[in-house]
């Protein structure tokens, strides 16, 4: 089986219900974030997934730690800070199922997790791992030394044989400024094996640019760029191609978790074997399905039955 981890953070998540009365004002609770939402969907696709994060001492982060290994998550590495709390946001959709968030995490105990006594244990960890998975987000709550350490233990890691894949998700309250992200994309994207990128992210970053345009500016030997449309447009070293996905069979109910759970499909799928062309068609798959249910998380009864399973490949040999 397959070992990786995915650092980031996950928060308490309040989404709107249904029948909330005047303004909407009944909401459920739940957790979720990208990369933990991204963990969750490759654990339940038979990886071997640990979660890298720090939450607090209290009754909210000891939930998260139950529920993430209920889900077979590993949480060894996860850091609890005395007197600290997980960070909170909230969904509201539309009637087309798109999302808006409202995020409350300025002191959430993820934003130290590469500043604590643990850190150098947990980044030294990284090279025991066949794939490490962060997202922009991630890089976003850490300070300037904070994601130059993580990308330097990256890059040890990578030395051992892991490999490191970076997804684009931009959120540009998250950010000081536009010149940052650029100069913190562009490290990463020097430093990753596989970026997952979308024209939502990247054009905000670099705009009125085209496909072809953004693309050349990843540095990354493995790339997917999913476009507006439903389709994603991939570039490795076997070649290039444009993979479409299938037509909805149901309506799109929250949008919440697609790129996330196309990521672990994405991942999962090359983890086992599959070539990159074939993986895009798995992404597509899940997130057809979770943009069809409330949440960043769907039931476990409604994953889609997975394929004849693939034999793991070897480090040495998925190089």
């Not at 990208?34 to 939930?63: C, F, I, P, Q």
């Not at 998550?73 to 996860?78: H, L």
């Not at 150098?120 to 976003?140: K, P, R, W």
Request: glycine share 10%.
């Amino acid at each position: 089986m397959t070992r990786v981890a995915c650092i980031g953070e996950c928060m308490i998540e309040l989404r709107q219900a249904q029948g909330g009365g005047q303004g909407g004002s009944l909401y459920s609770r739940g957790w979720g974030g990208d990369t933990l939402n991204t963990a969750l969907y490759m654990s339940r696709l038979g990886a071997d997934v640990d979660y890298v994060t720090a939450l607090g001492d209290d009754a909210l982060s000891d939930e998260m730690i139950a529920g993430w290994a209920a889900e077979g998550i590993g949480t060894k590495r996860v850091a609890r800070l005395p007197g600290k709390l997980p960070g909170l946001y909230m969904i509201q959709t539309d009637d087309k199922g798109e999302r808006r968030f409202f995020h409350w995490r300025d002191s959430a105990a993820a934003r130290s997790m590469m500043d604590l006594p643990e850190t150098d244990d947990i980044l030294n960890s990284l090279g025991s791992y066949d794939l490490v998975y962060l997202s922009a987000i991630t890089l976003s709550i850490l300070t300037d030394d904070g994601r130059a350490r993580l990308i330097a233990a990256l890059k040890r890691a990578r030395l051992l044989g892991t490999r490191f894949a970076f997804d684009t998700n931009f959120r540009a309250r998250g950010w000081p400024d536009l010149a940052v992200a650029r100069r913190v994309f562009s490290s990463a994207f020097e430093a990753a094996d596989i970026v997952l990128a979308s024209t939502e992210d990247l054009l905000p970053l670099y705009p009125d640019e085209s496909n072809e345009t953004l693309l050349a500016g990843i540095s990354t030997p493995e790339v997917v760029l999913k476009l507006s449309e439903p389709t994603c447009i991939l570039r490795h070293l076997g070649g290039s191609a444009e993979v479409r996905a299938e037509p909805l069979t149901k309506p799109v109910v929250d949008t919440t978790a697609a790129g996330d759970s196309f990521a672990a499909a994405y991942l999962a799928a090359r983890l086992g074997g599959a070539e990159p062309e074939e993986a895009a068609r798995a992404g597509h798959r899940l997130a057809g399905v979770v943009v069809s249910y409330p949440g960043a998380i769907i039931p476990r009864y409604a994953m889609p039955p997975k394929k004849a399973a693939r034999s793991s490949t070897s480090r040495k040999a998925s190089q």
